[in-house]
């Protein structure tokens, strides 16, 4: 796994902290990384405007992404068209401990 430390860019918050995600090494494409990043942070992909690497190179493609090394800092710089379809919300399924057999029960 390739662990990496990745948070939004919001210049305006006093507290931005990063993050852990892991990637697997069999599958460091820019699609994998934000997928898993988007999730992880709650955004939706579609507001993603690019992936910068801190502090100032811009990832734009799979080969950017496989030179990355564990705990390198990256940043979401996210478009700001609309602020509330910014972050999804996440389904059911995927919020922390929900129990898909405790959910089938019947009483």
Not at 53 to 61: A, D, G, I, Q
Request: with cysteine; hydrophobic share 35%; charged share 35%.
């Amino acid at each position: 796994e390739l662990v990496l430390k990745v948070r939004i860019q919001t210049p305006n918050l006093r507290e931005n902290d990063f993050i852990e995600i892991e990637l697997d090494r069999q599958e460091l494409t820019y699609k994998e990384l934000l997928r898993v990043s988007c999730h992880e942070l709650g955004v939706n992909p579609e507001n993603v405007q690019k992936i910068r690497k801190l502090p100032n190179t811009m990832l734009r493609k799979d080969k950017d992404v496989a030179r990355l090394q564990d705990f390198q800092e990256l940043e979401l710089v996210l478009t700001v068209s609309d602020k509330n379809s910014l972050f999804r919300v996440p389904t059911l399924s995927e919020q922390s401990g929900y129990n898909k057999k405790a959910s089938e029960l019947t009483y």
